[in-house]
Each structure stands twice: as C-alpha cells, then as structure tokens.
C-alpha cells in the first residue's frame, strides 16, 4: 500500500516538510499549493528535491471553484488552469484536485458541470496531467460523491476522475458502500482522515478537528476497506487540517501520521477483501492485549519520601536492585519501583509502567513497525532484558509475559523483607497528565502499540481550568490507562497511580495508623454526599475522618477511594469497585484537583 | 444597576475568586456549588468573608434535575433540595437556580412540572428562601424561557420565579421581547453572557465558549433592555463559562468582567427605555471613535536599526526630544517615535500608539470609569501632559485632540530635519500581536475605552500555525487596529505599523533607492498571481522586482504593499488602496508569514 500525506498536515516550511515526510517512511506528498506559493524554492527544485528524497509527488492541490460556472468565468478558469497545469508539469506531478465549487457556481446542472470538467480535462490532457473531481462535504451544489462520480460519469473524459475523501463522506453520514459502483481506474486519488464525533458546521470540523487515522471516531478500516475493493490501487493520502499539527515539531508529527496508516493498514488486512493484490495492506505482528499491569516505576534523585508513603500504604521494601540504585516495593500483584538511576535533579516521576502481554517479543516487533521510539536500558549479564519504548507524553513502556506468581525479574532485587501483611492490591489504573499538544498522538500510540480501547472524554473543572480526561483500556479492565490533558497554562499537573484494594476504608485506617496524612477532603464535599446519596451518618463520618470519597452509579456499582499527597509529580490512590463501577469518580475529581491547588500552595 | 457575577466565570479558588470580585468592585456573586464543595472554607465562614468584602451573594447554584419526575424521585429531589435550603441558610443566601430538567425528566406535563415546582416552593418557603427556574437551551422538555414562565405562572407560588439567561434564550434566536409579559416580581434573577456567532451544539457552545458583553456577537444591550422594561430591579449578573478565562489570572479576568457590565450599563442608557428607575443603568462621558492616528512609539534599547528603516522608507528625521532619549520621524502625517528612554535589554518593540479623539479629557475619564489600567510616564513643565492606559497585550494607548497641521508636541523635538521631499503617508493601520489569552480582553478594551467596532475574524496560516485576526476599527476607516493571535507554542509574533502611500510602486522603488531591502516575496507567489489576475507582465514585474504583493476584491478594488524585514519584534507596511480596496490583502499573509518565518531562520 503506497503512502502519501498532504504538506498541510505539518507544520515548518515547504522544504522541512518534504524532508520529514521522507523521514517517516512516506512514498510521496499531496502538495498543498500555499504551501508552494510561500515557498522561496522553484517548482523544479521541489520536484528535484522530492525525487531526491524518494519522494512521489502525488497530487497538486487544491483547484477551486472549476465548474457549474457562467461561459464568461469559465474563460477565466481555464486561462488559471492553464498556468497550473504548465506549473504542475514543472513540478513533475500529474494529477490536481478539482474540489466542487464553493465560491463561484450559479448553474446547479450536472450536464453544465460535466461540460466544463471535460473542457478542463482537454487542456488537463493537452499537457499531460489529469483532475481528479472532489464533493466537498460544504459544496454549493455538489456535496455528495455520488453526484461527484454521475459528474464524472457523464464528462466521459480520460484525464477527469474523482478523489474520495473519507472526511467528505463520512462527516456527511453517506454511505461509502457505494464506491464500489465507481470503476476503479476512475477513482484518481484517495485522502483519507479520521475526525472526532462533534456537531459543529462541517467547514470548521474540516478545516480545524481532522485527525489521523486511530485518533478519531471514523470507521476508516471499512471506508478504505471499500476503496480497495472497488480496485484502487493509488496512494492512500492523508489530508489533514488540524491547529494543533499545524503548531507542533514537523518530524514527530510525519512519525505519528505514518504511524496511523500503518495501524490502519493492519486494520484492514484483518477484513475480509473482496479483491487481494500483491501490494495490497499488510498486517502487523499479532498481539493481544495487555493482560495486567507488570510494575510502575517512580524516578528520582532522592526517592526516599516515596519509600515512605508506600510503606505508610502497606506495601513491603522487597530490596534493592543487585546492580542499580533501584528498590523494590510490593503489595501482593502491585510492585512499584524506586529509581535513583541517573536521575539527577528529578523531583519523584512516574517514569515507566510494565505490561504483562501474550507474547513480548510480537508486542516489540509490532512497536518498532508502528515507529514507536525505543528506549536503550542498560542491563547485564544474567538480569532480564529491557526493551521499552517511550509514550509521547515521555513515559517508558515495558513489556513482560504474563507471570501467575511474582515476575521472574524480582529476584534481582534483596535485602527486603518477605511479601505479607496487608491485603493484596492490584493496580487498577495509571493516569498520565499530558500537555495538549500530545494527547492526539498519545490515543493512536495506546491504540496501536497497545492494542488499547478509547472511552469517551470527560472534562473537570480544576482551579487551573478544564483538565480533559479519556481512558484507554483492554476490554476486560485489567490494563488502564487515564490520559488527563492539563490546561494550556498549567505545567503542573502531576501523574498519578490507583491501586485496586478489597477495602478502601480500612486500607486508610491502616494507612492513616502507620502515620499517612492523606490529601484532605473537604467538610463542604461530604456535606453534598449526604444530599445526594441515603449514607448511613456513620459511614459518611468515617470517610469524612479518613478523606475517603465515594461515587455510585446508575446500576448501584459503588466506588470508594482516597489519595495520597503529591510527592514531586506524582501520587498515589487507593480504589475500591464494588457492584460492577467501572467509572473513575470524575464526581469527586474537581475535589481532589481544588485540594492539590490548595496544598501545592501550602494552605 | 447592580451588578454580580458567577464564581464559575473565574480561576483560583472560592476565597480567590470573591477577593478578585470584591476588588473588580462586583455588588455580589453567584456561588457556583462545585466551587464550595472544593472548597476547605465552611458555609458560615464563606458567608462571613462575603460581607465582609461588601459582597452580597446573590445565588447560589445550579441545582439540577427537579421537575418532570416520578413521584418516588421528587422525593428523593426534596430530600437532596431540603439539604440545600440549609445549606444556602447556613450561607446566608436566599436564591437557588433550579435548571430544567436534562437527565432524570420523564414526565413532559407543564402540570406535573408546576405541581413539583409548587413541592419545592413550600420547602424553599419554609426555609425562607426561593427558587428561580431556568430553562437550558437543552433542557429534555422546557428548553424555552416562555415556557418556563408558563411553568411558573402555573405554579403560582410566591417562593417560585423564574431566572433568565440570555445565553439560553439568544443562543436558541428565541425572541427576548416576551420577557415584558413577565410580571417584574416574577423574574427573580437575570443571568448575562455574550457569545461568538457559532454553529455547534448548544451545549458545548455554552459550557467552553461565552464571552462577557461586549465581547461577542449577541444583542445584549436590547436584551438588558428588555428585562429592565419589564420592571426587573435585582442583581445583573455574569455567568460566563470559557475555558480561557477558567485558567487565566482571576483578578484581571475580574476586572474584565466588569469593564463589560459597565460599557453594557452604558450601552443600554443609550436606549430610550420604559421604565427608567433612579438605579437605572447609567452613562459614561459621551467620546467619538478616534478620528486619526497621532503616533506610533517603537521602544528599544538602541533603536538606530529602526531610524534607518524609517529613513531608508523615505521618513524625516525631525530631531530629538529635548528631556528624554527619544527621536521623531515624520512623513507627513505618519509620526514614528524611537524611544530608548528606561528600555535597557529592549529589542525594538511597539510599545505606543497615539490616538487622535474629539475629546481627550472625555476619552480618560471614560478610560477610568471603564477600570483601564492607566500608565505613568513622567513629564517636565512645559511639556504635553501625558495620560495614556495599558492595552490587554501591553500596548499604551494616548489620546490628543485632533490636529490640523502638526500636533502641538511636535516642537518638543529639536535638531532635526524639515519635514518634505517623500509623498506623505498617513498610519494605515496597527496591527497588535496577541498571545490567545488576551484576545477577547483586546475586543473588549477596544469596544468599550476607544469605541472601535469589531470585524469579522480571520485565520491565517504560518508555518507555525494558524493566525487569529480581527479588525477593530472607526466606522470611517480612519483608526484600525488588526488583533493578531498567535499560534499557542509561537511566542515570537512580531507587531506591525502600516502606512497608507499614494503609491506604492514608487515608494518602493525609492526605498529600494535609499538601500532598503524589503521582505523576500517567492518567484511562485507572482507565478500565482499571474495565473488568477490579468496584470500586464511589465506590472508584474516591476512588483516581482520590488517585492511588492497584490489583491483584488470583487468589486475591483486593488491592494498593492510592501513590508521591510522585522527589527526586533516589529516591521513596516506600505499599502496603497484604490477603488475602495477595503481589506489587508489576507491572500498574501501565508507569503509574508513564511517569508518572516525563513528570514528569522536566516534563510
């Protein structure tokens, strides 16, 4: 499968764009014409330049408001067709996209459309290149690419066919299964971008919330699945406005588009194809999901003060590492690291989260081939070996098989004590703050590296502003991952761990003996628990005295949890899920969030 | 008038948020519930602080879901509600917003809804408070304030009004006319917040984009207007949710606020209204719009580069200022101060502009009335008086009258040149580079303190994002501003000055002369232009040549212009306008940007 990506998903000039497509292991660039026209470089040093690069040049773009036009303003469409056309043969590329007209149509007649782009097309052949027609989703007459395709149809031209593009069907609602009626050698081009679900006119969703495929709510598996199918054997390019890539590191961002043709390429490979060719998608590594967290590991220059609050929550010092400054921590499947390893001037991080897979070694070939970047980790002679990889927002990902009883790397570690004592965790989920400019790539990485499952956002209210929050999660719960994005101003959002526990109430009692001060809950919180919930007096007064925070849904599932104070960027929180709640107490987030802003600022 | 504001408008915490209030000089606040539950302070203490910053607190809410119930919910309802009516006792607060019903309504019975409402009524009443029913723009079955009304006039309860919000009733084009069939004493509070001109759903529309009055594109001087005619005499009060203003400083975000109640106040005295009371709202000192620009201040620690763009664009050197390092440039009646007074580590910046406007003194007491944050600048005996206010993106702003020939300040330069030789310019218009978070404080500030209108908004693209721009302007053209709001992660966004030229060819030609390079304009740009205009090629060569860009608008109004390279964070801009050419040539601000862009990289 050829890929190709449009210069205007990216940021930098036009040359930084063609050497970051090239980068990421494109086959060839869509140019987006601003892009061309702000640029100091000739057309034929850009197509001197791309070949270098080994790079296609796929398509010019875009040509507006072409056709459904008076005689007079065609004259002066094909007078600027001309010079695009001359323009497109110094480039070196052979197809433009025509989009509907917007701007300029009067005639709503598809016999007038199909004369103009057959007039078009005679001078589109004259100079050897070809146009390939596009509904826009906000087209004055045409907005459908059915009546794009009749159009095309009609003008029974060699050098005019269509360009699919997924967002222009798919933000419609209309039905890709059609496609297949269109012959595949006159399907020109295909761009394909995914998109969140919001309900805003069309032109701003466009040209502002596109996505990458895996990062939206599209189906593109079964859209491209349809394109296939109906023989096309083009590029698949992706065009994709979006504010955010438009701002962020050009060559990370060709890397994260890459990456989601090849997550879908897989996707697709994994349906049933009427029609299977030798270049057709191939398919990744197989991997399950994760099957349960391995370990997280905190990083810092001194990590004493996190020692302290695990033991204060129960956990046993199970030692040290035989070879690096590392301690160990337990409680019975939960195991947090403590790594003073290079780490000087770290504030305590949460800087790795092990995952028990099916099969490590398909879960790191399929990594590499999504581009995911690898950590390098020292190991030696006898110790087990490390293979990470970094999530956007910097955190190291492990992964390890499936252990029934304790990994079989906590051996390294002695001079602790015997597991034992308090109730056996789990950990239940880990959150990790990102900034904004991350989280989208952060959702593909966990969809396709992981194999993870996106759930819908949430916002909460901090005093900082609105903290976004979406989950990542395997289906059956055991691995999950909260993504939090920190208003654009707030640097400070720390990451945080949940443990799982059968009894959250007594965990902080105990926690609270062995001289935890948990993050103090407001008097004011439990006041509103008693409004909206029938809790016995009793039980409101112990969880107020311990700082524990409850939440019930719909179905009566209940959720009990309290949270350590922030230690460097990073705390702790104990959760208790009782009649099947599987939320995260987003009731009680604005609390918590209110709490840590006071006691950051030591009040 | 009084005027009041919902702690959810603002960042920080409860105590904050009433400290910022109090001092933004608010009559009271709504208390948004999250914001108390979050919060350590007791009810009896934050009722304690209110009174005694002078705060009343006008509201407390929301409280949701109440009416269209099962029988067996209203009495889970009057419990939840009966623990609020203490609650708000405990506080010291008498009125509660009661919302419609989104998420437990299954009864669609303006009966049902008035029998519950009447339940709660006796509950409210006995507690000595009372409930002020508002329907959301999404309410699952009363999502009109009429219908509100019919609600409540069926309830027929004392303890039982109604709330309008403008946001709900203007969002939906519901026409406010019919607020004056409301008796007076049934409207027991009034909600207000602007918003820009939108197509979403409502409800995301409403929780992250409202702006304060003034700052978006809602009537809300007729609406006011409508309320105060239907004899409503309680608080006017701010509920403004934006995710901007949720994280940006809460005492200047407070003060914002109520520069938008006090231009809004004004706005509505302007109106012949029915129903005038002594609390009335009232009118600030009657100014025009600014008739001209006076001046544009550059400030740097050495500001030679500029004196010699200034002289290489055909600029006189007019001499010093007799007190202080500062040295005037005139051309005709553009006039560019270079001030290197106190700039020690400034690069070149724009850091003034002068205002010609029909009445200074009235100009600064309206500034004041409208809490404009005034500067100081030092002058001596004999010199002109200086008062100028601080723009939101840090721009000081002075007004003068306006002047015939050469305002009277000129004289305080000496040592310089006499003025003529090069054709005279005039400022065309200032263009303001803004970080996102000061924006909708800049439309405000220009609305209200200098009277300019806003314009559409228009997006740009740069190589490092999109560009936010909105003309704020005088009615004749006379005095613009262009707001720029730069890419999130771009923090180096220069400012521009434009100056009007008879004729830019020959300007540019003469710059060219006296050794000025102006900006790089690519060979592709003008390849472009001759594919869309039909210039003659010796035109565009010459314009190839001297980098000069060019527009067209529909009517065949032309643009032509030129810009210099950046010193420090701002550049110059000679444009010509003919045939009532309206705009600032947005089809060349992609070129410029990347040609400013590369120039930076020094490429």
């Not at 997924?166 to 971008?193: C, M, N, T, V």
């Not at 160990?328 to 991080?349: F, I, K, M, Y």
């Not at 945080?496 to 959250?504: E, L, N, Q």
């Not at 960027?569 to 939320?583: P, S």
């Amino acid at each position: 499968m050829r890929t190709s990506i449009a210069t205007v998903c990216l940021s930098g000039t036009l040359t930084e764009k063609l050497h970051a497509c090239a980068e990421a292991g494109f086959d060839g660039v869509e140019l987006f014409e601003p892009d061309l026209l702000a640029s100091p470089t000739s057309p034929e040093e850009v197509g001197a330049l791309a070949r270098r690069l080994g790079l296609s040049l796929d398509l010019y773009q875009p040509f507006r408001d072409a056709e459904g036009v008076t005689e007079p303003e065609l004259a002066a469409v094909l007078h600027r067709a001309r010079a695009k056309f001359r323009l497109m043969q110094r480039l070196g590329v052979d197809t433009v996209l025509v989009c509907s007209n917007v701007g300029t149509a009067t005639v709503d007649d598809d016999a007038v459309s199909a004369d103009q782009l057959r007039r078009l097309g005679d001078e589109a052949q004259a100079h050897g290149v070809r146009i390939a027609f596009e509904a826009l989703a906000w087209g004055r007459y045409v907005d459908d690419y059915r009546r794009a395709w009749r159009i095309v149809e009609r003008a029974d031209h060699p050098a005019v066919g269509v360009c699919l593009d997924s967002f222009h069907i798919l933000s419609r609602g209309h039905d890709p299964a059609e496609i297949a009626q269109i012959p595949a050698e006159k399907i020109f081009f295909l761009q394909l971008a995914d998109a969140p679900a919001l309900t805003m006119d069309v032109l701003s969703w466009s040209r502002h919330h596109r996505l990458f495929p895996g990062e939206g709510s599209f189906d593109l598996a079964a859209f491209l699945a349809h394109v296939l199918d109906a023989g096309y054997t083009g590029p698949v390019s992706l065009e994709v406005f979006n504010d955010t890539f438009r701002q962020t590191d050009v060559q990370r961002t060709a890397r994260q588009a890459k990456r989601s043709l090849t997550w879908l390429e897989d996707q697709v490979a994994r349906r049933p194809l009427r029609s299977r060719r030798p270049d057709g998608p191939s398919r990744l590594p197989d991997v399950g999901q994760p099957v349960a967290f391995d370990f997280v590991e905190v990083k810092a220059e001194d990590a004493g003060e996190v020692d302290e609050v695990l033991r204060m929550l129960g956990f046993t010092f199970r030692g040290h590492h035989r070879s690096k400054p590392v301690r160990l921590w337990t409680q019975g499947a939960a195991r947090v690291l403590c790594n003073e390893h290079l780490a000087r001037e770290w504030a305590p991080t949460l800087a790795a989260i092990g995952m028990e897979v099916p099969d490590p070694e398909a879960s790191v070939r399929r990594a590499r081939l999504l581009g995911a970047p690898s950590v390098f980790r020292r190991t030696r002679a006898g110790e087990q070996d490390l293979v990470a990889f970094r999530a956007p927002e910097g955190t190291e990902i492990f992964f390890a098989e499936p252990s029934l009883a304790e990994p079989t790397w906590v051996p390294e570690f002695d001079g602790g004590e015997e597991p034992g004592g308090a109730p056996a965790l789990t950990i239940d989920h880990v959150n990790l703050a990102h900034p904004w400019q991350t989280f989208e790539e952060s959702v593909l990485f966990h969809t396709s590296v992981l194999a993870l499952r996106s759930q819908g956002t949430q916002e909460v209210a901090a005093p900082t502003g609105l903290v976004r929050s979406r989950v990542m999660r395997s289906d059956d719960g055991a691995v999950r991952l909260a993504l939090n994005v920190a208003p654009v101003l707030d640097r400070g959002l720390p990451q945080h761990v949940a443990f799982r526990s059968p009894d959250v109430v007594a965990a902080a009692r105990a926690a609270r003996a062995r001289g935890l001060h948990p993050l103090p809950i407001p008097a004011n919180y439990y006041d509103d628990l008693a409004a909206r919930f029938d809790l016995p007096a009793a039980v409101l007064d112990e969880m107020r005295e311990l700082g524990v925070l409850y939440d019930r849904d719909e179905s009566g599932g209940e959720f009990r949890h309290f949270y350590t104070r922030t230690v460097g960027a990073v705390f702790f929180e104990l959760v208790q899920r009782d009649g099947g709640y599987d939320g995260y107490g987003a009731a009680g987030a604005p609390v918590r969030l209110a709490a840590q802003h006071l006691a950051s600022a030591g009040r």
